[in-house]
């Protein structure tokens, strides 16, 4: 990484253009960029161990957008030569009249389960599999750890039948510090299921000779109490100052009576722009293994030097396993 796009901040953390980053490593042969959505920095660390296996290089990075329509907007501005495989609909709705991919592939078109509201992970390997072995740059997009979830949790239940499900679910954690729990223990459950099934898409395309990059379009709110940012938020425009009902919406998470959960666009505020990248080249013998007294690996972050001396890198080490020789 050259020295101009890295920011050090006083807890060491380095700043990076994820959009920079995107179209730098699509820009060569053979290259696949995994996309999870709404994965939140913290508890992608916390949760290496599930990529054990593999070599890789986590960095933080900024996002364009605060939800998939504005990261998409903000990030794709130029042309690809590359084939998107999305499990988001989001995709398909923003570049409907103009696309700056050389396809589009809709996964949710044959594969979306109206049971859960979603799609699974599974079937978007299924699909990009055969973008794979034809050679194709590919950016694969997968749904979780996003709302509505895969994995078990009786937050499907309260859901069952609705027309969104996801925005119900959202819904009912802004209210309920009851669901938030559940909200959260899912979504963790959610991420180490998506990141199982990107862990065999990138060995695939390792195997295929490709270079492999993984990020988020956003991050994910999980009940924070952030009344000033929900005001900047509701009154961005001056007339709704005098709009009782904005009023009354504000002064509910003012009170703390409501908690943000999800991803507002247009969100003010680097919690939801705070996103991973990671760089993966290769398996290793040596892994992270869980911590038996946590759920989750809460990796220590080492800036080093890398060669040439003028650049770093993240190295992340945690448990019996070092993920960065």
């Not at 949760?47 to 794709?76: A, Q």
């Not at 009902?245 to 999800?262: K, Q, S």
């Amino acid at each position: 990484m050259c020295n101009r796009e890295l920011h050090e901040e006083p807890e060491e953390v380095m700043w990076m253009s994820q959009r920079e980053l995107i179209y730098r490593h699509l820009s060569e042969p053979r290259s696949l960029l995994i996309v999870l959505d709404a994965c939140r920095y913290d508890m992608f660390l916390e949760n290496l161990y599930v990529l054990n296996g593999l070599k890789f290089r986590v960095f933080k990075v900024y996002s364009s957008g605060s939800c998939t329509k504005e990261w998409l907007e903000k990030t794709f501005t130029e042309p690809l030569d590359t084939v998107y495989v999305t499990a988001n609909s989001w995709v398909t709705i923003v570049f409907r009249n103009w696309s700056p991919f050389k396809a589009i592939v809709d996964v949710s078109a044959k594969y979306w389960d109206r049971g859960l509201g979603t799609v699974r992970a599974e079937h978007v390997n299924l699909v990009a599999l055969k973008y794979l072995i034809r050679g194709e740059r590919l950016i694969v997009h997968y749904l979780q750890p996003h709302a509505p979830f895969v994995t078990k949790t009786w937050l499907v239940d309260r859901v069952s039948g609705a027309r969104h499900a996801s925005l119900e679910i959202y819904r009912l954690a802004r209210k309920s510090r009851r669901v938030r729990r559940e909200f959260r223990r899912a979504y963790i459950e959610n991420l180490r299921y998506v990141l199982r099934h990107a862990k065999r898409l990138a060995r695939m395309a390792l195997r295929l000779g490709y270079r492999v990059s993984m990020t988020s379009d956003h991050s994910e709110l999980l009940g924070d109490y952030t009344p000033l940012k929900v005001f900047k938020l509701y009154f961005s425009d001056k007339r709704r100052l005098l709009h009782p009902i904005y009023l009354a919406r504000w002064l509910l998470y003012a009170t703390g009576i409501r908690r943000v959960v999800g991803h507002p666009c247009g969100w003010r505020g680097k919690e939801l722009y705070e996103v991973p990248w990671v760089e993966i080249y290769g398996g290793n013998r040596e892994g992270v293994r869980p911590s038996p007294r946590r759920s989750g690996l809460r990796a220590r972050q080492e800036v080093e030097a890398e060669e040439p001396a003028t650049e770093k890198v993240w190295n992340l080490r945690g448990g019996e396993g070092v993920l960065l020789p």
